[in-house]
């Protein structure tokens, strides 16, 4: 079985920067891919970033690219999200996810991932 726990959600002012860590409690961490998606309030949950288990290889939502960065450390059981330059449009519950398919592609989509954590808040003033 796998637990995520996300951690790192706070308010902050536009323009500031957060880091985000999901910690994977479970086996083989490093076989799994791993996203983080977001919710703000009266929307629907929407991907954010990507972590391929192969090759670490990242993918990202035109949203977020080249503000935020998604990583992994193995030997810490760890993914993590900076994000740089937030927004106030960036406010949401951030979750992250874990797909155990060993796909060759980056998932992207919410139905590929087995796993949730329950989220941290992040919300950026204006």
């Known amino acids: 079985q796998v637990q995520l726990v996300e951690s790192g959600g706070g308010l902050v002012q536009a323009g500031d920067s957060l880091r985000l860590s999901c910690v994977f409690l479970g086996r083989t961490f490093s076989t799994y891919a791993m996203g983080w998606f977001r919710q703000a309030p009266g929307k629907d949950r929407e991907f954010v970033a990507a972590?391929?288990?192969?090759?670490?290889?990242?993918y990202y939502a035109d949203s977020v690219k080249a503000r935020f960065t998604i990583s992994r450390d193995v030997a810490k059981n760890t993914v993590y999200l900076q994000m740089n330059s937030l927004k106030p449009e960036d406010t949401a519950v951030y979750c992250c996810?874990?797909?155990?398919?060993?796909?060759?592609?980056?998932?992207?989509?919410?139905?590929?991932?087995?796993?949730w954590g329950q989220g941290t808040q992040v919300t950026v003033s204006s």
């Open positions: 972590i391929s288990w192969m090759n670490d290889s990242t």
């Open positions: 996810a874990a797909d155990r398919s060993r796909r060759l592609t980056i998932p992207t989509m919410q139905t590929m991932y087995a796993y």
